[in-house]
């Protein structure tokens, strides 16, 4: 009896250790990588980030499912990094009010350094909770706009007419503002037009959540997948792989330097500072 207490209690504290150390395996194996580029710092100047407002994961036609909305890493470093390089930073949504955060983007095994000082930060926090709808964003005042992603962004960003319009206007405006996102967030990209009425984003290199990541997560009943729908925008699609793609990521400046673009949400540092040092060079 003694014998197997001490297993019992042999096999718990390997348990416990192991989940104690995951976060650093997961990181070490790719999840969040550090930004260690150059940095710059932009006061007197705007970003916008652009978030979902949908809050369930379920199939198409199907209203109840476990909860969803944009993935925390995915707008908390940008949101950082802006901030940090002296920007003022706004935060919206497709309808405005509290956005959906993805509750599993802030468990012990996947939670950033950016993450946990959003929860700790009631400026960001109140400006989270009181978007401003896209409808009633002057998106000529900003010199970034930044799309965010998570399962969210599937259902609602593409769909958005009006997203499609405010992300022309802001391309076509005095700022000639820096524009992209990440993951899913790209989705808000595909239907906007050129003053031709032609896509955008047709012919320009980009890059976007793949399926392969999307198939290895098992979650695709969403109703839009961004490889898929960037491809049928004509876009020239890049990415990296992994083991898992969840551990991937990989960043692409379009060959104007107006579109920047991440693959997952291992890539939001590095969009981030890419639009930063664009807007730089442009000073």
């Known amino acids: 009896m003694k014998k197997l207490l001490f297993v019992m209690l042999g096999l718990g504290a390997l348990f416990g250790l192991v989940l104690l150390t995951l976060p650093t395996l997961l990181h070490k194996a790719g999840l969040h990588p550090e930004y260690n580029g150059d940095m710059v710092s932009l006061p007197g100047k705007r970003a916008l980030i652009i978030t979902t407002s949908h809050s369930v994961l379920a199939g198409p036609g199907e209203t109840e499912g476990p909860e969803t909305g944009v993935f925390a890493s995915e707008f908390t470093h940008p949101y950082y990094t802006f901030l940090d390089g002296e920007m003022e ?5 497709i309808q405005g009010g509290a956005i959906p955060i993805d509750p599993q983007s802030f468990s012990f095994m996947v939670k950033s350094p950016e ?36 399962w969210g962004a599937s259902y609602d960003l593409a769909q958005s007419p009006v997203l499609a319009e405010k992300v022309t206007e802001s391309y076509y405006g005095e700022k000639s503002a820096v524009i992209g996102g990440v993951c899913h967030g790209v989705l808000g990209l595909v ?8 896509l955008l984003i ?8 793949t399926d392969k990541q999307i198939m290895e997560l098992n979650i695709d009943l969403t109703p839009l997948h961004p490889e898929t729908e960037l491809r049928k925008a004509g876009v020239i699609f890049e990415s990296q792989t992994a083991i ?17 673009t ?22």
């Not at 047709?202 to 959540?209: A, I, P």
């Not at 898992?244 to 107006?258: I, M």
């Open 89 to 93: 930073v706004d935060m919206a949504s």
């Open 115 to 150: 993450d946990e000082r959003y929860l700790n930060d009631p400026v960001a926090q109140a400006k989270v909770n009181n978007s401003i709808p896209i409808a009633d964003v002057d998106i000529s005042q900003y010199d970034i706009v930044f799309i965010a992603g998570g």
């Open 191 to 198: 239907n906007a037009r050129d003053r031709d009425g032609k």
């Open 202 to 209: 047709n012919g320009r290199r980009m890059t976007g959540v």
């Open 244 to 260: 898992r793609d969840f551990f991937a990521t990989h960043v692409v400046v379009d060959d104007e330097q107006r579109f920047v």
């Open 262 to 283: 991440g693959q997952n949400q291992n890539s939001g540092l590095e969009t981030s500072h890419k639009m930063m040092q664009i807007v730089a060079q442009k000073q």
